[in-house]
């Protein structure tokens, strides 16, 4: 019997990298062993994809079913919000996700029909569509090692058709010539009532991966953007092109997006809070340094001082924590402390104007101008079109011409 690994979904997730063997089973290999890493690797917590906005089911709520077939789902991921509805399994191992991928096709399946809807009822709200929300049926067809059974993909592919369910999302490939699959391109033909979006695979669009290659009227192939927007070098042919790459993270780090963009709305109550939590998730010196900077913003200068040396604590190299907290020294009128954090800060990133600015500000009330003078020109060296910086230089020429003439 033969065997396959799986590829990718709606885009190229997972590059596959075929390789030649002298068995009879044919076999792609999946980088990164097959794997997607959805579980933090030190505290065990599943980890967050960026940028998920799916909602719970509330009552009343109208449903869809969509079949992934994959490696199974995490069903108890806090995003999927439980709205995994049933379950299959195909491989005689159960229905968990050994490898996270089918995770991740759920995850982006869910957010990409959640924001559709919501921006459908934003555009018509005189007459809002009462649309369906999707709810994901696992079907399990890859082993913990990526592997598919080919007779198992055609199973499940009967199995949806029998049970009613109308869109199935394959992320799977395999490799080799029309002649050779026949029996999987007849097994979705077989299934006329459900349509299925399948990839198309990541060698590049002269190479064949079925069923995305197999001709089929209820089928359609699904290929990857790159950064751009254009189509991705590394992408299958396809009918239709997707974004090809996601994000994923821990939910200490989902926290700390979240907290930054409520301080960014000057909701800093909100913001400090999830920071808090955030830290609390995992130590991040990102979390301490925001906390800092909304301490600095509302001038609660000795919670930011102990923000920014927390942060410097975990991660002493940090430069921004380093001039942040200089600035604190600064607006405490320590000048001798302040010059010493930002010059560190400096050191570390001499490209940074706005870090030289501030040390020439320190250097001004400590009455070295011409030094001061001399930061602000490396300021404007580096960003001409930085504001202020002439205003600043002339200011401090008119100080030392005046202390010249009180002098005399």
């Not at 992320?171 to 026949?182: K, N, V």
């Not at 209820?218 to 396809?238: D, E, F, L, Q, R």
């Not at 602000?376 to 030392?400: H, S, T, V």
Request: charged share 25%.
């Amino acid at each position: 019997m033969r065997c396959f690994k799986i590829i990718t979904f709606l885009s190229a997730l997972i590059t596959v990298i075929p390789f030649s063997s002298s068995q009879s089973e044919e076999k792609g290999k999946l980088l990164d062993n097959s794997k997607i890493s959805i579980r933090h690797p030190v505290t065990g917590e599943y980890l967050y994809l960026s940028g998920m906005k799916i909602q719970p089911l509330k009552e009343g709520d109208k449903t869809t079913p969509v079949a992934v077939v994959d490696s199974g789902v995490a069903e108890d991921h806090p995003q999927l919000q439980g709205r995994v509805a049933e379950e299959v399994d195909f491989t005689s191992e159960g229905p968990n996700d050994f490898t996270g991928h089918g995770t991740v096709v759920s995850l982006i399946l869910l957010n990409a029909s959640d924001m559709t809807a919501a921006s459908l009822m934003a555009s018509d709200k005189a007459s809002p569509v009462d649309l369906p929300k999707i709810v994901i049926v696992n079907v399990k067809v890859a082993d913990r090692n990526g592997e598919i059974k080919k007779q198992d993909l055609i199973r499940a592919i009967d199995w949806i058709g029998r049970n009613n369910i109308r869109t199935a999302n394959l992320s799977l490939g395999f490799l080799g010539t029309a002649e050779e699959h026949q029996d999987l391109c007849q097994a979705i033909r077989n299934q006329p009532h459900v349509f299925f979006f399948i990839a198309a695979g990541n060698q590049g669009p002269d190479v064949a991966n079925y069923p995305a290659a197999c001709e089929a009227p209820n089928a359609m192939s699904v290929g990857a953007t790159g950064p751009t927007g254009k189509i991705a070098p590394y992408s299958g042919s396809a009918d239709i092109y997707a974004p090809g790459t996601i994000k994923v993270i821990s939910r200490a780090m989902r926290l700390l997006e979240e907290g930054i963009h409520l301080s960014r709305l000057e909701k800093y109550d909100l913001a400090l809070n999830k920071l808090q939590k955030a830290f609390e998730a995992e130590p991040l010196a990102e979390a301490k340094f925001e906390q800092g900077l909304i301490y600095l913003r509302t001038n609660n200068l000795p919670a930011a001082r102990e923000a920014f040396q927390t942060s410097l604590k975990i991660f002493p190299d940090f430069a921004s924590a380093l001039e942040h907290l200089g600035l604190v020294f600064f607006l405490e009128n320590d000048l001798t402390t302040a010059k010493v954090y930002i010059e560190n800060a400096i050191s570390l990133v001499p490209g940074n104007p706005r870090a030289h600015v501030n040390l020439s500000s320190v250097l001004q009330n400590m009455k070295q101008f011409d030094a001061a003078i001399k930061e602000l020109e490396e300021a404007q060296r580096l960003a001409p079109d930085y504001p202020g910086i002439a205003q600043r230089i002339k200011k401090i020429e008119l100080i030392q011409i005046l202390r010249k003439k009180l002098d005399r």
